[in-house]
Each structure stands twice: as C-alpha cells, then as structure tokens.
C-alpha cells in the first residue's frame, strides 16, 4: 500500500509541510495539501486521493467536519481526523461523520502509518460491502416477486418496486415504519426457515388480490433473530389458469362419463335379462375400493371400468345373451370372447386410468383359472381382481333367464370359498364387511 495518493488538509503551513513529509517518509505519495474545507472539497473530487488527513478545525466557512462529511458522502474516500482538540463536544461531532481514524497531535510516524493502513483497509471494507448491497439491491429490484424486509422490531428497511405495485404503498412512505400498519404478513416463526401460504392481499385502495407469500427469518452469528425478508408473489394469473383447466376437466369428465354411460346402456338394451348389472357392479367395486382405503382418483378409474367392464358383450349375438336355457359350450366360448372384443374396443381410447386392460382381466383369478389369458395373482391388476369379486356377487344376487337369482349369502359363501385362490383374500374380506357389517344394498 506505498503507492496510496494522500491529501494533507491542514491551516496551519508549518504543520501542513511536516505532515507532508512525514507522510512521504513513510513511502506515500501525498496528491496535494490544502488549508481550507472547500480546497479539500474540490481537489478530492478532482485527483479522487485514496486517504484525506483531515484537521478538524480549518479556516473558512466550511471546518473540517463539514468537508469529511461532504467528502464520504459524494465520492466515497475515507477521511482521517488530526487534530489539537479532543473535547467531548468536538469527538461527538466527529463520531456521526463515521472518521476512518482520529488522530491526537502531536503524533509520531508508527502512529500515522498504523492509523493511514487501518483506514485504508477499513475502507476498502466498507467500499466491498457497499458494492455487494448494492448488487443485492439491484438482484432484488429485478426478481418478479414482491419483496419487503424488516428489522427485530418490525419496520421496513426494504421494498423493491413489485412490492410498491402490489401493496400500493412506496418505500419511501414506509421506511422504517412498522409493516403491520400498512401491510397484513405472517411473522417468522420461532426457529422457523421459511413459511408459505397462499392468501388475500388488501391494496392500498381496497382491492383484494390473491398472493403466495412466504417469511424466513434472518439470523446474526449468534443464531439471534433480527428481522426478515417477506416475498409476495401475485398469483392471480395462476388461479385463474388453474380454475380454467379445472373447469375444462370437468368439462371432459362430464363427456367421458356420459359416454360411458351411453355405451354401457347400449349394451344393456341388447341384454334385457342383465339390466343394471354393469351400474350394481360399479357400486359395490368403488365400494370395496373405499373400503380398502383406496385413493380417490383409483377409485374413479375403478368405477368407470366397471360401468363398461361387459362393453364386449355387444360383439354376442342378442339371442345368446337373451336365451332362456343354459347355454351350449360353443354358445358359452362365445360369450368369453367378450374381455378379449372389450379390450379392442377400448386399446386405443386414451384414458386416464387403464380401463382397457382392467376390463380385459375382469375374468382372470389368482390361481390362474380365469381367461382371457390364466393370469395369476399380482399380474392381475388390483382393480381387475376388485370387479372380479363384484361381479361374481352381483351376478348370483340377480336373475338370469337360464336360473332364479341363488342370493347374496351364497354369493358370499362362493368368494369365501374362493378366497385367496380363485379371488384375492383382502377384496374377498372387505367385500363381506361391506354385506354382514355395513349393510351394503345393492339399490
């Protein structure tokens, strides 16, 4: 630091010219040396000298407290205070220009080579620290999101300008007054990184808008709190395309369900005998679903499945499925084309579940029994092994042409019985919870 351009601000010509050559005896280039304030002024904003050493009392209008402060706050050099006076009034005065050092003539030259390097360094400091505030400044001006930060007690150090738009205060009104009083934000919690909720934002002229905020809490080196950066971020966009693409589901839902229900109607029409079988199936499968703790949208998917597990059928000739007697082995091999014809049906559909392959395997068992394909226990997809069960119970509950309905306790004796081999043991029992605990009717 030899090469640092040291201004001499000093009335007194003696004491100016053995300041001068003391300063250059210590290997630093001394810019220039002045006897007034405004000299000082104007040569620092001239020559842009690294250190000032400053007398506090100088002739002129301006002294040397006045021409310090004026220095720091238009061109940034650090200022080092030498004088004769060190009263207290003099040292106050001195304190609130924030000196990079005071000096008490008379001094020697280790005490002004301490003081000149101490200043320097503390300067380059503050000059680092300003330039990091102010680029933290400038990031945070930039961002999209509302940002507010607050002291230990509340009041407003910061706001960049998102913030101004969306609360309509600016920061110059608020600076350094409560938040609470113009603005409604949740407090950090104790010990709490971040928090995030969604809520109503009042403006200033009484418009609520709808805001995710988030507080974190920030921490000095002893872990204490001492204030908090709050982001607003205006989702009003957002919950208007959320709504939007919740209506247009529902739009679509509505459509998918009244088409399944009209392909499920149509085949009944061919059907006469098994009218509202699909519908009863449907029922008690989402209801075993839920018991089972199964997950809503699943359920959904279970559901519609089973509105058009038989969808197949229509691929029968209607005197097959409206015959009165027992069906022929030619006649019955015709009907267990139906999951195969179902699933060609419904390969190419696109929908959200797999609705094609459950009503494909809606006639597989876990021992491998069932067809299309003698699929076993866990290839057979759980929904699949849930209709499967309410099919076999609806189908004995009802009647057919060929044989009077054999009721609902022996189609719950037919699973028991085939619990664990034919069907899968967990649908079997919450199936027979639904009849003998919960009372389940199929109407």
Not at 52 to 73: F, N, P, S, T, Y
Not at 148 to 167: C, H, P, Q
Not at 206 to 218: A, F, L, N
Not at 398 to 421: F, M, Q, V
Request: with cysteine; net charge negative.
């Amino acid at each position: 630091m030899k090469n640092l351009q040291i201004l001499v601000v000093e009335d007194e010509s003696l004491v100016a010219k053995d300041i001068a050559n003391m300063v250059r005896g210590l290997g630093y280039n001394v810019s220039a040396v002045v006897s007034t304030g405004e000299e000082a002024i104007a040569i620092a904003g001239k020559s842009q000298p690294d250190i000032i050493l400053m007398d506090i009392v100088l002739k002129g209008r301006i002294d040397g407290i006045e021409a310090a402060q004026h220095i720091w706050e238009n061109f940034s050099i650090p200022v080092v205070y030498l004088t004769a006076y060190a009263d207290e009034a003099t040292l106050q005065r001195a304190k609130v220009t924030e000196p990079f050092g005071y000096i008490l003539k008379p001094f020697d030259e280790r005490e002004l080579q301490t003081t000149i390097e101490m200043a320097f360094f503390k300067a380059q400091m503050e000059k680092k620290l300003r330039e990091r505030e102010r680029w933290l400044s400038t990031v945070l001006r930039s961002i999209g999101d509302g940002v507010i930060a607050v002291d230990r007690n509340g009041r407003v150090t910061f706001m960049n300008g998102v913030a101004e738009k969306l609360t309509g205060w600016s920061q110059d009104e608020i600076l350094m007054k409560p938040l609470s009083g113009f603005i409604q934000i949740p407090e950090a919690g104790e010990g709490a990184d971040a928090a995030v909720s969604e809520s109503v934002l009042t403006m200033r002229d009484g418009t609520p808008i709808t805001i995710e905020q988030s507080v974190s809490p920030i921490y000095d080196e002893k872990k204490e709190n001492f204030g908090s950066v709050h982001i607003i971020r205006d989702i009003r966009a957002r919950k208007k395309t959320e709504e939007e693409i919740r209506q247009s589901y529902a739009r679509h839902q509505k459509a998918l369900n009244g088409t399944i229900q009209a392909i499920g109607l149509t085949i009944e029409m061919r059907d006469p005998y098994t009218a509202g079988h699909q519908h009863r199936v449907s029922k008690l499968s989402c209801a075993i679903a839920e018991e089972m703790g199964v997950e809503t949208t699943r359920i959904e998917g279970i559901r519609m499945a089973a509105d058009i597990h038989d969808i197949g059928k229509i691929y029968v000739p209607a005197e097959i499925l409206s015959k009165p007697g027992r069906l022929s082995d030619i006649e019955m091999s015709i009907i267990r084309t139906h999951s195969q014809v179902g699933y060609d049906i419904l390969k190419n559909i696109e929908f959200p579940w797999p609705i094609a392959q459950i009503v494909y395997q809606h006639h597989e068992r876990e021992d491998g029994t069932g067809y299309p394909n003698a699929l076993k226990g866990e290839d057979i997809l759980f929904e699949a092994r849930i209709i499967s069960v309410a099919d076999v119970v609806e189908a004995m509950s009802s009647h057919r042409p060929y044989r009077p309905a054999p009721g609902t306790e022996k189609a719950l004796n037919e699973i028991r019985r085939g619990r664990g081999t034919q069907y899968d043991a967990n649908v079997v029992d919450a199936c027979i919870r639904l009849f003998q605990e919960k009372n389940f009717k199929f109407e």
